[in-house]
């Protein structure tokens, strides 16, 4: 076993507090990753003040990790020590069913292994990246690129392939309008990327005051939703809106936003209940969707885009301890856009 320091929260929006877990002992294809860098996601906050319920507590939240390999199992072949590394949402599947054969572990119909909260096949939860340490599956760990610094990676490793992944299976491209909708933690990577692979990028805002930044992400138009006239200006526009905000929306309203054939995909996950009108559907021959991250072979093709369009997070690095003022402040909107813990301060 490996005795590692992890930030722990004992009950649901306990406090975190500094203790030790134990990580298993190397199997054969398990790799030990020294991890250095760990991204705060909203779903750590939701995960940790239960607000989606199921919490296994104590919880270890943090599933954007960047790191260096330190150990390898007897059977390891993808990866040697010193390595730069990554590990996303999910650390195992079941490795037979239709989906993880197409390389979408994501949708195992076994039930995929979530880095943390999670119970692994063999009934012992799952801790994940607020931790010094931690042993996965080579499987399941991905290749950080040369220049790609390890801090801004992290957010990536959930921000980024949550964006990535829908707009790639939407066929965002030349000849598309597309909406990003929210300028958080996802939508500004989502801009990013839109803007990469060719499509006309809109964002649309709560916020008047972010239009300069999201141009310089590659926005070509700049709506804010709290103007009353937003609905009647771009209605029937977009081909695609990508929908990363946590709040409940108006569905309807959105909807209407849509050509025909157009799809609003949801990637941010509010605790409430949405509701919408079926006919919002019907008269636009419109689709309303969800995305779920995305498999380990999209997750490798995303940072290698990434390192190839230059596209990164914007960052503010935290110490472990001021890990509690991080969640208030994600929870206020007060983040450009994504914190991420530096775990040598742990």
């Known amino acids: 076993m490996c005795k590692t320091h992890v930030l722990s929260a004992a009950t649901a929006k306990a406090p975190f507090e500094k203790t030790t877990i134990e990580r298993?002992?190397?199997?054969?294809?398990?790799?030990?990753?020294?991890?250095?860098?760990s991204g705060i996601c909203h779903s750590d906050i939701h995960s940790a003040y239960d607000e989606w319920g199921g919490g296994i507590f104590p919880m270890v939240p943090g599933h954007e990790i960047a790191g260096v390999v330190e150990a390898v199992g007897s059977a390891v072949t993808k990866f040697a020590i010193g390595n730069r590394v990554g590990v996303g949402c999910f650390v195992d599947s079941c490795g037979?069913?239709?989906?993880?054969?197409?390389?979408?572990?994501?949708?195992?119909?076994?039930?995929?292994?979530n880095t943390y909260n999670s119970l692994d096949y063999d009934g012992k939860p799952t801790y994940g990246g607020y931790s010094q340490r931690i042993v996965v599956r080579e499987s399941f760990v991905v290749r950080i690129p040369d220049s790609l610094d390890l801090d801004v990676a992290s957010p990536l490793l959930c921000a980024g392939i949550t964006t990535y992944s829908p707009l790639k299976h939407w066929n965002a491209g030349p000849g598309k309008k597309v909406a990003i909708?929210?300028?958080?933690?996802?939508?500004?990577?989502?801009?990013?990327?839109?803007?990469?692979?060719?499509?006309?990028?809109?964002?649309?805002?709560?916020?008047?005051?972010?239009?300069?930044?999201?141009?310089?992400?590659?926005?070509d138009h700049y709506f804010a939703t709290s103007d009353p006239e937003m609905f009647s200006k771009l209605a029937n526009r977009f081909d695609l809106i990508l929908n990363t905000v946590s709040a409940t929306l108006d569905v309807d309203a959105?909807?209407?936003?849509l050509r025909i054939d157009g799809t609003l995909v949801n990637v941010g996950a509010p605790p409430e209940p949405s509701q919408f009108q079926v006919f919002s559907l019907i008269m636009g021959r419109r689709s309303?969707?969800?995305?779920?991250?995305?498999?380990?072979?999209?997750?490798?093709?995303?940072?290698?885009?990434?390192?190839?369009?230059?596209?990164?997070p914007q960052i503010e690095v935290i110490r472990a301890d001021q890990l509690g003022e991080a969640y208030e402040r994600v929870l206020r909107s007060d983040v450009r856009y994504r914190f991420v813990i530096d775990i040598s301060t742990l």
């Open 24 to 37: 298993r002992e190397l199997r054969p294809d398990d790799i030990l990753i020294a991890i250095k860098f």
């Open 96 to 113: 037979e069913c239709e989906y993880c054969l197409k390389g979408e572990e994501q949708y195992c119909t076994r039930g995929v292994i």
């Open 181 to 219: 909708l929210g300028m958080g933690g996802l939508g500004h990577l989502a801009i990013q990327y839109a803007h990469a692979m060719g499509a006309e990028v809109t964002v649309l805002s709560r916020s008047p005051n972010k239009e300069e930044e999201a141009r310089r992400f590659g926005a």
């Open 254 to 257: 959105y909807l209407s936003l």
């Open 288 to 312: 309303l969707a969800g995305s779920l991250v995305g498999g380990i072979r999209e997750t490798q093709e995303m940072l290698d885009f990434s390192a190839e369009h230059g596209i990164v």
